[in-house]
């Protein structure tokens, strides 16, 4: 089973936006640190954003701060991303992740979503 699915992936135009979800199963995951990696062709997996699952500090990668949101609900164990005025730049296979204490690296993985934003 996998533990982490996302959803909410697909094609928009620059300046529109998107809303990814990610849902965990299992329990464990209320306690987790979630986040949100990306990786475009040719290039690294990077770092796009990530929420504490105590007191929910949220920490984003420069090039999205302003424009993406992360977000979370305990209560069924999900996390979003919101994603307004999109780039090109921001085209990826956005893969959500958790991990009991880490932030920006993580160890849990699902299999990811693409995002293409058409210029």
């Known amino acids: 089973q996998v533990p982490l699915v996302e959803s909410g992936g697909g094609l928009v135009q620059t300046g529109g936006s998107l809303r990814l979800s990610c849902a965990a199963s299992?329990?464990?995951?209320?306690?987790?640190?979630m986040g949100w990696f990306r990786q475009a062709p040719g290039k690294e997996r990077e770092f796009v954003a990530g929420?504490?699952?105590?007191?929910?500090?949220?920490y984003y990668a420069d090039s999205v701060k302003g424009r993406f949101t992360i977000s979370r609900d305990n209560a069924i164990i999900t996390v979003y991303l919101q994603m307004n005025n999109l780039k090109p730049e921001d085209t990826a296979v956005y893969y959500c992740?958790?991990?009991?204490?880490?932030?920006?690296?993580?160890?849990?993985w699902g299999q990811g979503t693409q995002v293409t934003v058409s210029s």
């Open positions: 992740a958790a991990d009991p204490t880490r932030i920006m690296v993580m160890d849990y």
């Open positions: 299992g329990p464990t995951f209320s306690t987790y640190n």
């Open positions: 929420i504490a699952w105590a007191g929910g500090s949220m």
